[in-house]
């Protein structure tokens, strides 16, 4: 399937090399300044600076504040002053016709504050976060650099070039918001392909993840409440309690988890909140329940839906109460094209060697994933744990980095995964 000459590899790499720097002072820039999911406007006007510099077409304003609102209702949240539109993109014409290939990065940050440890890499060279509460734990600094260095490299080869490159820069993943905010702009109406890189601190430094199938899972929200009853703690009996009954959830949930559900098919039930107000004294008239459900498998996803309201009704009836159970599917599971994924993983050779690889899918989940409903694609985990440079820490913990000595191939990796795919 591969059709790259070696020459136009060996520029490829070798321009990547040569803007290293200037990829790890950006990814540097933004880290210091991160803004949270739908208000990341100075990392916005940063990305679109860059691309003005390299005369690429940028489009932005591609969603308004009714949009973001429709899907911050969803979640039960309030849309806020900062929220706006800020995701754009760069579009790369080459010179000869073809395909359009979308490369995505996303931009936003953590509600996490970032450890001022004296090993911490960003607090020993001066470009830990300026925004106290606020911080690039995900990598997604590393998106943004590598994809602009990438946006640098194609941009001196258009000639080489047969199609048209679309360079994504998307807000608010964490929150699940931003891919489907991206879409609402229709972007994706003439793209043939799509492709994603995130960094990977389970996977080793210089290794590379790409599955032909199953990437990530499938994400639910879901939330639980049990209502009525309530009373003086001193008298249980003269009333119903909430509170047990929503404990008896969580243990039910988790036994179904491991009984009901095919065991062949990996998935889980995860509580992450429990909430039931009341003074001293008190028995409360509710109790709420929050959390996750993943999977990759529709039909798993609607067995554990159907259990969870069986249990749920049940166990409301044994106490005399009302169960209420919401979900929200935010991400569906991210899965990659067979062709995509073999195209993908051939370029990733180019760069890694045999350091390229199919590994366990994780339970993590990606809004990514909505881009590979509309179009054939490939998400990419790139290892970057490293004990010497203490980059071995999980994503969205305080001490989260990145390996740097990796972002130029970063860049090298979305140059020729764009042009292979284009030129086969």
């Given at each position: 399937?591969?059709?790259?000459?070696?020459?136009?590899?060996k520029?490829?790499?070798k321009?990547?090399?040569?803007?290293?720097?200037?990829?790890?002072?950006?990814?540097?820039?933004?880290?210091?300044?991160p803004?949270?999911?739908?208000?990341?406007?100075?990392?916005?006007?940063?990305?679109?600076?860059?691309?003005?510099?390299?005369?690429?077409?940028v489009?932005?304003?591609?969603?308004?504040?009714?949009?973001?609102?429709?899907?911050l209702?969803?979640?039960?949240?309030?849309?806020?002053d900062?929220?706006?539109?800020?995701?754009?993109?760069?579009?790369?014409?080459?010179?000869?016709?073809?395909?359009?290939?979308?490369?995505?990065?996303?931009?936003?940050?953590?509600?996490?504050?970032?450890?001022n440890?004296?090993?911490?890499?960003?607090?020993?060279?001066?470009?830990?976060?300026?925004?106290?509460?606020?911080m690039?734990?995900c990598?997604?600094?590393?998106?943004?650099?590598?994809?602009?260095?990438?946006?640098?490299?194609?941009?001196?080869?258009?000639?080489?070039?047969?199609?048209?490159i679309?360079?994504l820069?998307?807000?608010d993943?964490?929150?699940?918001?931003?891919?489907?905010?991206?879409?609402?702009?229709?972007?994706?109406?003439?793209?043939?392909?799509?492709f994603?890189?995130?960094?990977?601190?389970?996977?080793?430094?210089?290794?590379?993840?790409?599955?032909?199938g199953?990437?990530?899972?499938?994400?639910?929200?879901?939330?639980?409440?049990?209502?009525?009853?309530?009373?003086?703690?001193?008298?249980p009996?003269?009333?119903?309690?909430?509170?047990?009954?929503?404990?008896?959830?969580?243990?039910?949930?988790?036994?179904?988890?491991?009984r009901?559900?095919?065991?062949?098919?990996?998935?889980?039930?995860?509580?992450?909140?429990?909430?039931?107000?009341?003074d001293?004294?008190?028995?409360?008239?509710?109790a709420?329940?929050?959390?996750?459900?993943?999977?990759f498998?529709e039909?798993?996803?609607?067995?554990?839906i159907?259990?969870i309201?069986?249990?749920?009704?049940?166990?409301?009836?044994?106490?005399?109460?009302e169960?209420?159970?919401?979900?929200l599917?935010?991400?569906?599971?991210?899965?990659?094209?067979k062709?995509?994924?073999?195209?993908?993983?051939?370029?990733?050779?180019?760069?890694?060697?045999?350091?390229?690889?199919?590994?366990?899918?994780?339970?993590?989940?990606?809004?990514f994933?909505?881009?590979?409903?509309?179009?054939?694609?490939?998400?990419?985990?790139?290892?970057?744990?490293?004990?010497?440079?203490?980059?071995?820490y999980p994503?969205?913990?305080?001490?989260f980095d990145?390996?740097e000595?990796?972002?130029?191939?970063?860049?090298?990796?979305?140059?020729l995964?764009?042009?292979?795919?284009?030129?086969?």
């Amino acid at each position: 399937m591969m059709s790259l000459n070696k020459e136009l590899v060996k520029k490829i790499n070798k321009k990547a090399e040569e803007i290293e720097e200037k990829i790890i002072n950006i990814r540097r820039k933004i880290h210091q300044n991160p803004e949270l999911g739908l208000a990341e406007h100075k990392t916005s006007k940063l990305i679109k600076k860059e691309l003005q510099k390299l005369e690429i077409p940028v489009k932005d304003n591609l969603y308004n504040r009714d949009d973001i609102k429709e899907e911050l209702d969803k979640l039960g949240e309030k849309i806020q002053d900062d929220h706006g539109s800020t995701g754009l993109v760069g579009i790369l014409e080459g010179a000869k016709k073809g395909e359009t290939v979308l490369l995505r990065a996303d931009m936003d940050a953590l509600k996490v504050t970032e450890s001022n440890d004296q090993n911490h890499v960003p607090n020993k060279h001066n470009f830990r976060s300026k925004n106290e509460g606020k911080m690039h734990a995900c990598g997604h600094d590393a998106h943004i650099a590598m994809l602009l260095g990438a946006a640098h490299v194609l941009s001196e080869y258009k000639d080489e070039i047969r199609g048209r490159i679309i360079f994504l820069f998307q807000p608010d993943e964490e929150r699940g918001c931003g891919a489907k905010l991206m879409k609402k702009s229709e972007i994706l109406k003439e793209v043939d392909a799509v492709f994603g890189i995130h960094v990977w601190s389970p996977i080793q430094a210089g290794k590379v993840m790409i599955n032909k199938g199953p990437m990530m899972a499938s994400v639910d929200n879901i939330w639980l409440n049990f209502k009525g009853g309530g009373g003086h703690s001193s008298a249980p009996n003269e009333t119903e309690e909430p509170l047990l009954a929503a404990s008896e959830m969580v243990n039910q949930l988790y036994k179904m988890n491991a009984r009901k559900v095919d065991t062949r098919n990996p998935s889980l039930i995860s509580i992450e909140s429990f909430n039931s107000e009341a003074d001293w004294g008190v028995i409360p008239d509710k109790a709420k329940l929050k959390g996750t459900i993943r999977t990759f498998d529709e039909d798993v996803r609607s067995t554990i839906i159907d259990e969870i309201n069986n249990i749920g009704d049940n166990l409301a009836k044994m106490h005399n109460l009302e169960f209420e159970f919401n979900n929200l599917y935010a991400f569906p599971p991210t899965i990659n094209t067979k062709k995509e994924a073999q195209s993908a993983t051939e370029a990733a050779k180019m760069i890694f060697g045999d350091n390229v690889f199919a590994g366990k899918p994780v339970m993590s989940g990606e809004d990514f994933s909505y881009y590979l409903q509309e179009c054939p694609g490939a998400f990419i985990f790139l290892g970057i744990s490293n004990k010497e440079v203490n980059t071995d820490y999980p994503h969205h913990n305080p001490n989260f980095d990145v390996d740097e000595s990796l972002l130029k191939k970063g860049t090298a990796l979305h140059s020729l995964v764009a042009l292979n795919y284009l030129d086969s």
